[in-house]
Structures are given as structure tokens and as C-alpha cells.
């Protein structure tokens, strides 16, 4: 009983910024890995950016430079800054969440999805 809000798609001209939020509430006892990821019409999801609980992170190729990942653990969310944006940048992002139950279980959970359009 999970529950992932996202929030800060839109619309946006090509060199312009967004910030991306998921916020994360319900049966929560310990937040692992959070990450966003991304997808086209007729694309692949694809990985965009990853951040460990310790705050280490991973980025695509594509957005390396370009956007950051981070995170609050006291109020349970994930942030995507996205700056110098591409019109190939366009896509729904969906948050990803990996919960860590109290016996050792994991178990990922994803957001609705909210749309960024970069227009040219």
C-alpha cells in the first residue's frame, strides 16, 4: 500500500529547466534505490537517473551535464532537475521507488507518470 505522486511535467522550450517531484507515502519502512525513467511513443523505457540511499547516482549518457537526481529522505521524495532541455528530452517520466521491508524484502513501485514536452 504504496503510493508514488509525481508532480512539474509540462511544457518547455528547448534550453529551458523543470524540476521533476515524486513524493512517496503510505506502508513505507525503508526507501532503497529511487530513479526516474522515461518513455517515448514507440521508445524503450529507459533508465534516466538513479540515486542510492547513501546519495551515489547513476545517469544516462544522454542526460549526463544536463539533469540532477536527488532526494529527501525525512519527507520521502525524489527530485529530477532538468536543465538545457532537448526537444528528444520529451517523453512521460515515471518515478521509481525499491522499498526494503523489515524482514529483507524488496519491492519496487512506480509513480502514474507526468508528461515533459520540449518543444523547438
Known amino acids: 500500500q504504496v503510493q508514488l505522486v509525481e508532480s512539474g511535467g509540462g511544457l518547455v522550450q528547448a534550453g529551458g529547466s523543470l524540476r521533476l517531484s515524486c513524493v512517496a507515502s503510505?506502508?513505507?519502512?525503508?526507501?532503497?534505490?529511487m530513479a526516474w525513467y522515461r518513455q517515448a511513443p514507440g521508445k524503450q523505457r529507459e533508465l534516466v537517473a538513479a540515486?542510492?540511499?547513501?546519495?551515489?547516482?547513476n545517469y544516462a549518457d544522454s542526460v549526463k551535464g544536463r539533469f540532477t537526481i536527488s532526494r529527501d529522505n525525512a519527507k520521502n521524495t525524489v527530485y529530477l532537475e532538468m536543465n538545457s532541455l532537448k526537444p528528444e528530452d520529451t517523453a512521460v517520466y515515471y518515478c521509481?521507488?525499491?522499498?526494503?521491508?523489515?524482514?529483507?524484502?524488496?519491492?519496487?513501485?512506480w509513480g502514474q507518470g507526468t508528461q515533459v514536452t520540449v518543444s523547438s
Open positions: 503510505g506502508s513505507i519502512f525503508s526507501i532503497d534505490t
Open positions: 540515486i542510492t540511499r547513501g546519495g551515489s547516482t
Open positions: 521509481n521507488i525499491v522499498i526494503v521491508r523489515p524482514w529483507g524484502a524488496t519491492y519496487d513501485h
